[in-house]
Structures are given as structure tokens and as C-alpha cells.
């Protein structure tokens, strides 16, 4: 086993990302960025321990995607790193920023080569033009631009960062409490991803995979008098509704477990478990809003929906225009790209019995395309 862990820092909102995903959730041809990032850098540290960073709501999806050590990260990134470090048994420690995506194998050998030189190991670039601070004009030769991975000795750097000032980096910590420093020189290709123009500058980094990924939904609701009918998010004409602990949308709900099977997210149990009171008469609507919201989230684009509503009675034919209209707004898609299909078990079964009505929903999805907008 390797004496060093590998620590990916992936908690970041990207604030000044502005796409409608977070870039951690790029794609890399299948791979989300985060993923790519430390399988790059890992394949130069096969025995090397890996814990990941990353939001609180994320750790599930991430868990599925990986065996790695996946934390909580913090407010900040040297809290996420803290954080991080709670985890960490080996001596020594590399710390990157997933932002950083294209880390050149040579970089990492120039630092694991210089590990014994001082407390922490920095890639850096010297600075060509002219560096004015306020009105000063400073001496470029001395001045470093700071990348990462930094490769640091673990006792140190956790000493370093017991303090409630907070640092944009690790070296910057270590020698604010004495430590030494040894840079090395950096590589412009590691440059961070900050703004969505410099994702497309990354030479290294493949266009998402263009796959089309389909998903299936079944849901079923039994009658309930006394209730107002609410079906593919449009009040039907009945004297009766569904009996459940939402509105009982079954057509949204079987919508719902399309999406998130075609993103491979679980089923609206897992989101919405019914046993939850903020749920309790919920607008179905706002599910499918909080669906399509963490589909985006996780860097997918809704495609095109499918929903067949099996029902003896009440007749959907009327409101089969309305629904789709309703529904694709609430996917951001055109009408043109949702079809609501009606039919009759010709009084078989419990439907044809009108006990109930059963909703079968598809929908496809594809990745967000960061690289051709
Ligand atoms: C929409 C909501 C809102 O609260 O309730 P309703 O309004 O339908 O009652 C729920 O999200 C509606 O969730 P739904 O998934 O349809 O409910 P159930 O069929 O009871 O399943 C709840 C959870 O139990 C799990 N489950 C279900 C059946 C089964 N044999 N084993 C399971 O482990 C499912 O994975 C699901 O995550």
C-alpha cells in the first residue's frame, strides 16, 4: 500500500460556472468530470488511497459510480479538506481540485520525485507579464502562480490548518506556520476550470458521449371518493380521485420513475418516501419540478417523454392536449417531444373493474453537451 493518499477536492457550487450543471457533473465522454479527473491521476498512483469531497446531496450518486472514500465537504474548501483529512492514515497527502482536470503524468512525478525536499511540494509558474499590486509594480521573477496537486506530509499539513484563517491552498498554510515549501515547476494544461469557456480550452478533455439513455415508470392508485381527480397534472372532471399520500398523480409519478430510471437515479420512493409529511396532499407537480431539477443537477438534459394511461374510466381523451402541454413545460421540452397515449383493459382486471387507474411512462435523456453548447 501506498504511504500516500490522494485527495480530490469536489464540494465547489461552481458559482462562477454558468451552465445549468455544475462541473463536477460535466461529462468526459460517460465519465463526470470528477470521475474523470481522479481516474487520470490515479492511474500514476495505482496503491494510493482516494477520498473524494463532495456536497452532502451528491455522496449517494457518487457512491454508485465508485468505490472510493467519498466525505462531506465543508462551507469552504479548507474545511472540505479538513474534512478530508479526518480520514487519511498515510504520511503523506496529495490534494487536488477537481477544477483542475488535465494533470499531465510529468507533473505528478516531478512532485512525488521532490517529496523527501520539504514539508510540502508545489507546482507552480513563473509569471511573464509585468505584476502591478495597487501601485506598486512588483519583481515578477519572485512572484509564483500556485497550481495543484500539492503533495504535502500529512501531520504537517493538518497542524497547518488548525486555524481559522483560511487559505486558498495547502503550501500557503504550511508556511504561514513555518513550514517549508519546494516548488516545482507547473504545467499551463492544469490550468482550472473557472468559467464555462475554459472547460471548451481543455485540449484533454473529450465531448460528452452523445448515448440517448431510456427509462421506464409504472405507478398505480386506486380510487377514493370524495376527492378531486388531479391526472398528468391537470384537474379531470370525477367524483372521485386517488387514494395516496401526494395529490395521487399516478401519470406524473410513473413520469417521475422514467426520469430518474433513465438517469439511473433511483425511483420517486427513495426522493419522496411516503412517509414524509411535507409530501402529505403535495402537488405532484412540484415533484416532477424537483425531478427535472436534480436531473439538470447531475448533468442530464431531458429528451422526450412517453405516458400511457390505462384506465376504464374517467375518459382522457379531452384532456390528453392540456396534460401534454402541462407536462412538458414542467420538462422544459416542447409539447411536440410528449405523448400521452390513453387505453381501456376492456374491463379486465382491477382497471377494467374501475378500482383504479395504472400509468406506464418512458422517457430518454442524454448528457448535457458542455462542448457544443
Ligand atoms: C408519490 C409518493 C409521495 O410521497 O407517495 P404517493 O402519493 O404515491 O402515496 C411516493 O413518492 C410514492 O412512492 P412509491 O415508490 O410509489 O411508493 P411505494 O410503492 O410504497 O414504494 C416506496 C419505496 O419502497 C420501495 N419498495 C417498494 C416496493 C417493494 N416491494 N419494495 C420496496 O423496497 C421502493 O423502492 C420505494 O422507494
Same mark, same amino acid.
Request: net charge negative.
Given at each position: 500500500?501506498?504511504?500516500?493518499?490522494?485527495?480530490?477536492?469536489?464540494?465547489?457550487?461552481?458559482?462562477?460556472?454558468?451552465?445549468?450543471?455544475?462541473?463536477?457533473?460535466?461529462?468526459?465522454?460517460?465519465?463526470?468530470?470528477?470521475?474523470?479527473?481522479?481516474?487520470?491521476?490515479?492511474?500514476?498512483?495505482?496503491?494510493?488511497?482516494?477520498?473524494?469531497?463532495?456536497?452532502?446531496?451528491?455522496?449517494?450518486?457518487?457512491?454508485?459510480?465508485?468505490?472510493?472514500?467519498?466525505?462531506?465537504?465543508?462551507?469552504?474548501?479548507?474545511?472540505?479538506?479538513?474534512?478530508?483529512?479526518?480520514?487519511?492514515?498515510?504520511?503523506?497527502?496529495?490534494?487536488?481540485?477537481?477544477?483542475?482536470?488535465?494533470?499531465?503524468?510529468?507533473?505528478?512525478?516531478?512532485?512525488?520525485?521532490?517529496?523527501?525536499?520539504?514539508?510540502?511540494?508545489?507546482?507552480?509558474?513563473?509569471?511573464?507579464?509585468?505584476?502591478?499590486?495597487?501601485?506598486?509594480?512588483?519583481?515578477?521573477?519572485?512572484?509564483?502562480?500556485?497550481?495543484?496537486?500539492?503533495?504535502?506530509?500529512?501531520?504537517?499539513?493538518?497542524?497547518?490548518?488548525?486555524?481559522?484563517?483560511?487559505?486558498?491552498?495547502?503550501?500557503?498554510?504550511? #508556511?504561514?506556520?513555518?513550514?517549508?515549501?519546494? $516548488? @516545482?515547476?507547473?504545467? &499551463?494544461?492544469?490550468?482550472? %476550470?473557472?468559467? *464555462?469557456?475554459?472547460?471548451?480550452?481543455?485540449?484533454?478533455?473529450?465531448?460528452?458521449?452523445?448515448?440517448?439513455?431510456?427509462?421506464?415508470?409504472?405507478?398505480?392508485?386506486?380510487?377514493?371518493?370524495?376527492?378531486?381527480?388531479?391526472?398528468?397534472?391537470?384537474?379531470?372532471?370525477?367524483?372521485?380521485?386517488?387514494?395516496?399520500?401526494?395529490?395521487?398523480?399516478?401519470?406524473?409519478?410513473?413520469?417521475?420513475?422514467?426520469?430518474?430510471?433513465?438517469?439511473?437515479?433511483?425511483?420517486?420512493?427513495?426522493?419522496?418516501?411516503?412517509?414524509?409529511?411535507?409530501?402529505?396532499?403535495?402537488?405532484?407537480?412540484?415533484?416532477?419540478?424537483?425531478? #427535472?431539477?436534480?436531473?439538470?443537477?447531475?448533468? $442530464? @438534459?431531458?429528451?422526450? &417523454?412517453?405516458?400511457?394511461? %390505462?384506465?376504464? *374510466?374517467?375518459?382522457?381523451?379531452?384532456?390528453?392536449?392540456?396534460?401534454?402541454?402541462?407536462?412538458?413545460?414542467?420538462?422544459?421540452?416542447?409539447?411536440?417531444?410528449?405523448?400521452?397515449?390513453?387505453?381501456?383493459?376492456?374491463?379486465?382486471?382491477?382497471?377494467?373493474?374501475?378500482?383504479?387507474?395504472?400509468?406506464?411512462?418512458?422517457?430518454?435523456?442524454?448528457?448535457?453537451?458542455?462542448?457544443?453548447?
Amino acid at each position: 500500500m501506498s504511504d500516500l493518499t490522494l485527495i480530490l477536492l469536489a464540494a465547489g457550487n461552481s458559482s462562477r460556472f454558468k451552465v445549468p450543471v455544475k462541473k463536477q457533473w460535466l461529462r468526459i465522454g460517460h465519465d463526470p468530470l470528477w470521475l474523470y479527473v481522479t481516474n487520470r491521476i490515479k492511474e500514476h498512483l495505482p496503491d494510493a488511497a482516494v477520498i473524494l469531497s463532495a456536497h452532502p446531496d451528491e455522496i449517494p450518486f457518487i457512491a454508485s459510480m465508485c468505490d472510493f472514500t467519498v466525505v462531506s465537504g465543508g462551507a469552504t474548501r479548507q474545511q472540505s479538506l479538513k474534512n478530508a483529512l479526518k480520514e487519511v492514515k498515510t504520511p503523506y497527502v496529495m490534494v487536488t481540485d477537481i477544477a483542475r482536470a488535465c494533470i499531465d503524468p510529468d507533473l505528478i512525478q516531478r512532485l512525488l520525485e521532490s517529496k523527501e525536499r520539504a514539508d510540502t511540494i508545489v507546482p507552480a509558474l513563473d509569471v511573464h507579464d509585468t505584476v502591478a499590486y495597487k501601485e506598486e509594480t512588483i519583481e515578477r521573477e519572485q512572484v509564483k502562480r500556485i497550481q495543484t496537486p500539492q503533495l504535502s506530509r500529512t501531520d504537517i499539513l493538518r497542524r497547518a490548518l488548525d486555524t481559522d484563517t483560511e487559505y486558498t491552498d495547502e503550501s500557503s498554510a504550511i #508556511v504561514a506556520c513555518g513550514g517549508t515549501r519546494h $516548488f @516545482v515547476p507547473g504545467d &499551463a494544461r492544469a490550468a482550472k %476550470i473557472t468559467h *464555462a469557456s475554459d472547460i471548451t480550452a481543455l485540449e484533454c478533455l473529450a465531448a460528452p458521449s452523445p448515448y440517448l439513455f431510456t427509462g421506464n415508470g409504472f405507478d398505480v392508485h386506486p380510487f377514493e371518493e370524495g376527492k378531486p381527480m388531479v391526472l398528468g397534472g391537470v384537474e379531470v372532471e370525477s367524483s372521485y380521485g386517488f387514494k395516496a399520500h401526494s395529490d395521487g398523480d399516478v401519470a406524473i409519478h410513473a413520469l417521475i420513475d422514467a426520469l430518474l430510471g433513465a438517469a439511473c437515479l433511483g425511483d420517486i420512493g427513495m426522493l419522496f418516501p411516503d412517509t414524509d409529511e411535507s409530501y402529505k396532499n403535495i402537488d405532484s407537480k412540484l415533484l416532477l419540478q424537483r425531478c #427535472v431539477e436534480k436531473l439538470h443537477h447531475f448533468g $442530464f @438534459v431531458i429528451l422526450h &417523454a412517453d405516458i400511457t394511461i %390505462i384506465a376504464q *374510466a374517467p375518459k382522457i381523451a379531452p384532456y390528453k392536449e392540456t396534460m401534454r402541454h402541462t407536462l412538458s413545460s414542467l420538462l422544459h421540452i416542447p409539447p411536440a417531444r410528449l405523448n400521452v397515449k390513453a387505453t381501456t383493459t376492456e374491463h379486465l382486471g382491477f382497471i377494467g373493474r374501475k378500482e383504479g387507474v395504472g400509468v406506464l411512462a418512458t422517457a430518454s435523456v442524454h448528457y448535457f453537451d458542455w462542448k457544443n453548447g
